[in-house]
Protein backbone atom coordinates (compact mmCIF):
# COMPACT_ATOMS: atom_id res chain seq x y z
CA UNK A 1 0.00 0.00 0.00
CA UNK A 2 1.40 3.51 -1.23
CA UNK A 3 1.96 5.64 1.69
CA UNK A 4 0.07 8.32 0.40
CA UNK A 5 -3.50 5.69 1.07
CA UNK A 6 -2.54 5.46 4.62
CA UNK A 7 -4.15 8.53 6.87
CA UNK A 8 -2.74 9.85 9.66
CA UNK A 9 -4.79 6.87 11.71
CA UNK A 10 -3.12 4.48 9.98
CA UNK A 11 -6.04 3.44 8.33
CA UNK A 12 -6.00 2.61 4.78
CA UNK A 13 -7.90 4.72 2.66
CA UNK A 14 -9.23 2.26 0.55
CA UNK A 15 -10.30 -0.42 2.50
CA UNK A 16 -9.51 0.07 6.60
CA UNK A 17 -7.71 -2.66 6.31
CA UNK A 18 -4.15 -1.30 8.19
CA UNK A 19 -4.27 -0.50 11.44
CA UNK A 20 -1.21 0.86 13.41
CA UNK A 21 -1.96 0.58 17.19
CA UNK A 22 0.60 2.33 20.21
CA UNK A 23 1.44 0.45 23.48
CA UNK A 24 -1.85 2.17 24.99
CA UNK A 25 -4.37 1.58 22.20
CA UNK A 26 -3.27 -2.22 22.38
CA UNK A 27 -3.83 -2.58 26.08
CA UNK A 28 -7.12 -0.65 26.26
CA UNK A 29 -8.51 -2.89 23.38
CA UNK A 30 -7.47 -5.96 25.10
CA UNK A 31 -9.03 -4.99 28.08
CA UNK A 32 -12.51 -4.30 26.96
CA UNK A 33 -12.10 -7.58 24.59
CA UNK A 34 -11.33 -9.79 27.39
CA UNK A 35 -14.22 -7.97 29.87
CA UNK A 36 -16.41 -8.21 26.81
CA UNK A 37 -15.70 -11.92 25.88
CA UNK A 38 -15.59 -13.50 29.29
CA UNK A 39 -19.04 -12.17 30.08
CA UNK A 40 -22.19 -14.39 29.21
CA UNK A 41 -24.10 -10.66 28.29
CA UNK A 42 -20.71 -9.39 26.56
CA UNK A 43 -20.95 -12.81 24.26
CA UNK A 44 -24.37 -12.63 23.33
CA UNK A 45 -24.32 -8.74 22.63
CA UNK A 46 -21.41 -9.26 20.47
CA UNK A 47 -23.13 -12.55 18.66
CA UNK A 48 -26.35 -10.70 18.24
CA UNK A 49 -25.19 -7.36 16.64
CA UNK A 50 -22.22 -8.96 14.96
CA UNK A 51 -22.71 -12.73 14.24
CA UNK A 52 -20.75 -15.46 16.08
CA UNK A 53 -17.96 -15.12 13.74
CA UNK A 54 -17.08 -11.94 15.25
CA UNK A 55 -16.86 -13.49 18.72
CA UNK A 56 -14.22 -15.80 16.99
CA UNK A 57 -12.55 -13.32 15.82
CA UNK A 58 -12.46 -10.99 18.86
CA UNK A 59 -11.46 -14.56 20.55
CA UNK A 60 -8.29 -14.89 18.06
CA UNK A 61 -7.05 -10.76 17.90
CA UNK A 62 -6.78 -11.44 21.60
CA UNK A 63 -4.71 -14.19 21.09
CA UNK A 64 -2.99 -12.23 19.23
CA UNK A 65 -2.54 -9.59 21.64
CA UNK A 66 -0.99 -11.82 24.14
CA UNK A 67 -4.10 -12.79 26.19
CA UNK A 68 -4.27 -15.71 28.12
CA UNK A 69 -7.56 -15.71 29.21
CA UNK A 70 -10.17 -18.27 28.01
CA UNK A 71 -14.46 -19.12 28.23
Keep these: MPDEDIGSNGLGAETGGFLLLNKQERAILKEILSRSLTSPEG ?26 GGR
Design 43 to 68: VQYIRNTFGEEYVQLGLEFLNRLGWE
